[in-house]
Nanobody
Framework: QVQLVESGGGLVQPGGSLGLSCAASGSIFSVNNMGWFRQAPGKEREFVAAISRNGYSTYYADSVKGRFTISRDSAWNTVYLQMNSLKPEDTAVYYC???????????WGQGTQVTVSS
């Protein structure tokens, strides 16, 4: 139905920046809100950020508020996560999601690794 492919992960130094993108394909009727979750080593998945289908509403986890920015293109099929002032605790596999819930959790990508070294 819906495929989500993340890209842009990598290794950065603390305080650095990294931009993630997620390309969605499949039925547009299955896509509403989009978002990002992450899972750090030894920890459970946690919410990071979400953006509404029209792109006008966003919300963030307290842990990333003021540092991360979620956005999407004029269509529904690409969502971005700009990560600034990265910290070692931001190290995780980042997953793109979409669905009609807030935050969206129906469909998940395979994830992209973000490593913030110290």
């Amino acid at each position: 139905q819906v495929q989500l492919v993340e890209s842009g992960g990598g290794l950065v130094q603390p305080g650095g920046s990294l931009g993630l993108s997620c390309a969605a394909s499949g039925s547009i009727f299955s896509v509403n809100n989009m978002g990002w979750f992450r899972q750090a080593p030894g920890k459970e998945r946690e919410f990071v950020a979400a953006i509404s289908r029209n792109g006008y509403s966003t919300y963030y986890a307290d842990s990333v508020k003021g540092r991360f920015t979620i956005s999407r293109d004029s269509a529904w099929n690409t969502v971005y996560l700009q990560m600034n002032s990265l910290k070692p605790e931001d190290t995780a596999v980042y997953y793109c999601t979409t669905g009609d819930s807030w935050p969206p959790t129906r469909y998940w990508g395979q994830g992209t690794q973000v490593t913030v070294s110290s």
